[in-house]
């Protein structure tokens, strides 16, 4: 389980994998809207028109989400759902499904006591790069559908959801490019995935030693709050290179994307987008972290005898 001071898990792979899709899917479709308008915000380069400044089209998060509900529906707030989901499936149930057994392996199985944060960030980085490499296309596919805006009359989208999207990508660009981005992907994820889990197992042990303090539900959501926080400090300036590179194919690798954005936007552009990510990255988490708890009772429930 994730958090408190015993290193072995208590339900089965199957189960901690199928906990964890289920939780990674539930929140995605709760904060969508706020993943939406943060991808938006990180795309908004800054304008020039004649010799004035043109004033961005959308400003801050709430600002974001009313501009896209306003111009394109409230239904565009969940664009990229579908590739979402297949996302967190993938992607959620194998990162936090590999967890504690590449912990384990790591300790080793005589390890006895709480195990050193420095193992739970090795084991987070671990399996946050090895999901995200399975599932980096269904991540490229959300972010094109989601940077996607209101287009004039008469011009057609450029895929019409996220299964002709996958085809369209593959037969235009080829297979490797649903590999696009991987490089800052496989950075961000490791290093999100090795602050949210580290984190929250860091955190969720240390109140649980507090006195009155139980593993219940306010114990999830402080530890949930503290893994989001952690997590979007350490990752935005790789999130926003990853979201660039993803909607703009003019950059030529992770480093050209880092300097030109350096360059034409200046260092504050790498934390573009922060509020939202915090607001995304927080309810993310606590969302998702309450549901898997929730979610490893029952299954353990099912399991045990």
Not at 223 to 250: H, Q
């Given at each position: 389980?994730?958090?408190g001071?015993n290193s072995?898990s208590?339900?089965?792979?199957?189960?901690?994998?199928?906990?964890?899709a289920?939780?990674?899917c539930f929140a995605?479709?709760?904060?969508?809207?706020?993943?939406t308008a943060?991808?938006r915000?990180?795309?908004?380069?800054?304008?020039?028109?004649?010799d004035?400044?043109?004033?961005?089209?959308y400003r801050g998060?709430?600002?974001?989400?009313?501009?896209?509900?306003?111009?394109?529906?409230?239904?565009s707030?969940w664009?990229g759902?579908?590739?979402g989901?297949?996302?967190?499936?993938l992607y959620?149930?194998?990162r936090?499904?590999?967890y504690?057994?590449?912990?384990?392996?790591?300790?080793g199985?005589?390890?006895v006591?709480?195990?050193p944060?420095?193992?739970?960030?090795?084991?987070g980085?671990?399996t946050g790069?090895?999901?995200?490499t399975?599932a980096?296309p269904?991540?490229l596919?959300?972010?094109?559908?989601?940077?996607e805006?209101k287009?004039?009359?008469?011009?057609?989208?450029?895929?019409?959801?996220?299964?002709?999207?996958?085809s369209t990508?593959?037969?235009?660009?080829?297979v490797?490019?649903?590999?696009t981005g991987?490089?800052?992907?496989v950075?961000?994820n490791?290093?999100?995935?090795?602050a949210?889990?580290a984190?929250?197992d860091?955190?969720k042990?240390?109140i649980l030693k507090?006195?009155?303090?139980?593993?219940n539900v306010l114990?999830?959501?402080?530890?949930?709050?503290g893994a989001g926080?952690?997590?979007?400090?350490?990752?935005?300036p790789v999130?926003v290179?990853?979201?660039?590179?993803?909607g703009?194919s003019?950059?030529?690798?992770?480093?050209?994307?880092?300097v030109k954005?350096l360059?034409?936007d200046?260092?504050?552009?790498?934390?573009k987008?922060f509020?939202?990510?915090?607001?995304?990255?927080?309810s993310?988490n606590?969302?998702?972290f309450?549901?898997l708890e929730?979610?490893?009772?029952?299954?353990k429930?099912?399991?045990?005898?």
């Amino acid at each position: 389980m994730v958090g408190g001071g015993n290193s072995k898990s208590d339900i089965s792979f199957a189960g901690t994998f199928a906990s964890s899709a289920f939780a990674a899917c539930f929140a995605e479709i709760c904060t969508i809207p706020l993943d939406t308008a943060k991808v938006r915000l990180q795309l908004q380069k800054k304008g020039i028109a004649g010799d004035g400044m043109v004033l961005p089209k959308y400003r801050g998060m709430l600002g974001t989400v009313g501009t896209i509900a306003k111009e394109e529906g409230l239904a565009s707030l969940w664009k990229g759902i579908v590739p979402g989901l297949h996302r967190q499936c993938l992607y959620g149930g194998l990162r936090i499904g590999l967890y504690e057994p590449i912990k384990n392996f790591y300790v080793g199985e005589n390890f006895v006591g709480d195990v050193p944060l420095t193992t739970k960030i090795l084991a987070g980085l671990t399996t946050g790069a090895l999901a995200i490499t399975v599932a980096n296309p269904t991540d490229l596919v959300k972010v094109r559908l989601q940077a996607e805006g209101k287009l004039p009359a008469g011009v057609p989208r450029r895929y019409s959801g996220a299964l002709n999207a996958y085809s369209t990508i593959v037969r235009q660009e080829g297979v490797r490019a649903l590999w696009t981005g991987i490089g800052p992907n496989v950075a961000r994820n490791a290093i999100i995935n090795a602050a949210e889990l580290a984190s929250y197992d860091q955190v969720k042990q240390t109140i649980l030693k507090i006195p009155g303090f139980t593993d219940n539900v306010l114990t999830h959501l402080l530890s949930g709050l503290g893994a989001g926080f952690f997590a979007v400090c350490i990752g935005s300036p790789v999130d926003v290179v990853k979201s660039r590179m993803m909607g703009d194919s003019s950059y030529k690798n992770t480093l050209d994307c880092f300097v030109k954005t350096l360059k034409n936007d200046g260092p504050l552009a790498f934390y573009k987008g922060f509020i939202p990510n915090f607001g995304r990255l927080g309810s993310w988490n606590v969302i998702m972290f309450l549901t898997l708890e929730q979610a490893k009772k029952f299954v353990k429930s099912i399991e045990s005898p």
